[in-house]
């Protein structure tokens, strides 16, 4: 079965550091990977997905994330933090077979940023 | 485009009542999914329509169910409503619900049952 881990349910950093979120996936096939941030009382938007192309993927507002196979990894970074980025961050995999199976999220990372 | 959109925003009910929400999907989408978000068991898979098909469904009691129509717009409606289901009900469309297919989420239902 497919899952996801997002170590840290809280990551505090200052403005203008490097972010670094952490996910590991476990999946019995390749999975397609992606990152999504929440912000209160608003839905899902989606950062950058990984689907087998490139290992090392750019988002929107400057994220990127490194598939790494060997260490099951597709940790979320950032070079310089901003106040703005200060919202929920989710790791999905979504699951094998055709059709949309539904994505499988970790916990989540509150990412905090300190003035 | 306009986005997804859900409705209503906030709801408040009591327990036994039932409870229909509803999501239209962005122009041109025929997947449309939905998601429970709860701070104890975060974001799970509810389940997931197609060309007015139930494709897949997650772990949830049958008291939970949905439909779409020819528009592509879903509805989802829980039945005896408990405590434990006050959640964040989001939907999401996304055009084929491929694999790779971006899932572009609503606002969501914000429910509550006292």
């Known amino acids: 079965a497919q899952s996801v881990t997002q170590l840290g349910s809280h990551v505090s950093v200052s403005e203008g550091a490097l972010v670094l979120l952490r996910c590991n996936y476990s999946s019995s096939v390749p999975p397609y990977l992606f990152w999504y941030v929440q912000y209160p009382n608003q839905g899902l938007q989606l950062l950058l997905k990984?689907?087998?192309?490139?290992?090392l993927v750019k988002g929107i507002n400057g994220f990127e994330a490194e598939f790494k196979k060997s260490e099951t990894s597709f940790h979320l970074t950032k070079p310089s933090a901003h106040m703005s980025d200060a919202a929920e961050y989710f790791c999905?995999?979504?699951?094998?077979?055709?059709?949309?199976?539904?994505?499988?999220f970790g916990k989540g990372t509150h990412l905090i940023i300190q003035p | 485009k306009a986005g997804v959109t859900q409705t209503p925003r906030y709801l408040i009910k009591t327990r036994g009542q039932q409870v229909t929400l509803s999501c239209s999907p962005i122009?041109?989408?025929?997947?449309v999914s939905w998601y429970q978000q709860t701070p104890g068991q975060g974001l799970q898979f509810l389940f997931e329509?197609?060309?007015?098909?139930?494709?897949n469904k997650g772990n949830f009691p049958g008291r939970f169910s949905g439909r779409q129509f020819s528009n592509s717009r879903s509805e989802m409606n829980v039945s005896t409503l408990e405590l434990g289901d006050s959640a964040l009900y989001l939907c999401a469309s996304s055009l084929e619900g491929k694999r790779t297919d971006t899932q572009y989420f609503g606002p969501g239902t914000r429910l509550t049952v006292l």
């Open positions: 329509y197609f060309s007015e098909t139930q494709r």
């Open positions: 999905a995999v979504s699951y094998s077979g055709g059709g949309a199976d539904g994505l499988t």
């Open positions: 990984y689907t087998s192309a490139a290992t």
């Open positions: 122009s041109g989408h025929r997947s």
